[in-house]
């Protein structure tokens, strides 16, 4: 088997409009933030009023919203990192 000899070197500049990419990413990711806020203070009020009425399906379902809310936060903030880190796992395999 022949060795082809292929690489990969992600660039910013190599593709015009890569500005702009970046910048459309960064908008979507503050969407994403403002709908996990959003998300985490809609279901801690779930949370809450499922509690006060001994509701319990729907203080479940608040608190389910607020996990799924921070969680989601933290995958957002985590993002580029996780990419990076396995990015560069991946260029480590032989």
């Known amino acids: 088997m ?3 000899g292929v690489s990969l070197n992600p660039s ?10 970046q910048s459309l990413i960064n908008g979507v990711a503050f969407w994403a933030l403002i709908a996990s806020l959003a998300a985490l203070v809609i279901g801690a009020a779930m949370w809450a009023i499922g509690n006060q009425m001994q509701n ?8 389910r919203a607020v996990l799924t809310s921070v969680a989601s936060a ?17 260029t480590t395999v032989k």
């Open 56 to 63: 319990m399906q729907q203080s479940s379902a608040g608190r």
């Open 74 to 90: 933290i995958l957002l903030g985590a993002a580029p990192t996780l990419i990076n880190f396995f990015f560069a796992t991946g």
């Open 2 to 4: 022949l060795y082809a």
């Open 12 to 21: 910013s500049t190599a593709l015009p409009g890569g500005a702009v990419i």
